[in-house]
């Protein structure tokens, strides 16, 4: 009864930027992370960047940093990915991620759930 819809993919030349978004939505107690994954062809899927809740602690791939940002909007059960400076190794299909807990009287039961992924190409 969980699901999360991606929106923000395209194609875009190198140097420009897109911005990813992914919204929670159905039966939502909490949601303890969210965050962003990519895939590219022929290669495994990889961490992009994380976010935790509560803390404000984030995490991105050595090959992001100083260019994407990772942000939420917690009244809205979003996350968004800002991606700048985009080079063609960038292409991916772009994957949410989230761990939630469903329901308030089973707080202990948390669970995975995906996005059906958002294709970003990055033209030289």
């Known amino acids: 009864q969980v699901q999360l819809v991606e929106s923000g993919g395209g194609l875009v030349q190198a140097g420009g930027s897109l911005r990813l978004s992914c919204a929670a939505s159905?039966?939502?107690?909490?949601?303890?992370?969210m965050g962003w994954y990519r895939q590219a062809p022929g290669k495994q899927r990889e961490l992009v960047a994380s976010?935790?809740?509560?803390?404000?602690?984030?995490r991105y791939a050595d090959s992001v940093k100083g260019r994407f940002t990772i942000s939420r909007d917690n009244a809205k059960n979003t996350v968004y990915l800002q991606m700048n400076s985009l080079k063609p190794e960038d292409t991916a299909v772009y994957y949410c991620?989230?761990?939630?807990?469903?329901?308030?009287?089973?707080?202990?039961?948390?669970?995975?759930?995906w996005g059906q992924g958002t294709q970003v190409t990055v033209s030289s």
């Open positions: 991620n989230a761990e939630i807990v469903p329901r308030r009287d089973q707080a202990n039961a948390a669970y995975t759930y």
């Open positions: 159905g039966t939502i107690f909490s949601i303890n992370r």
């Open positions: 976010s935790i809740t509560g803390g404000g602690s984030t």
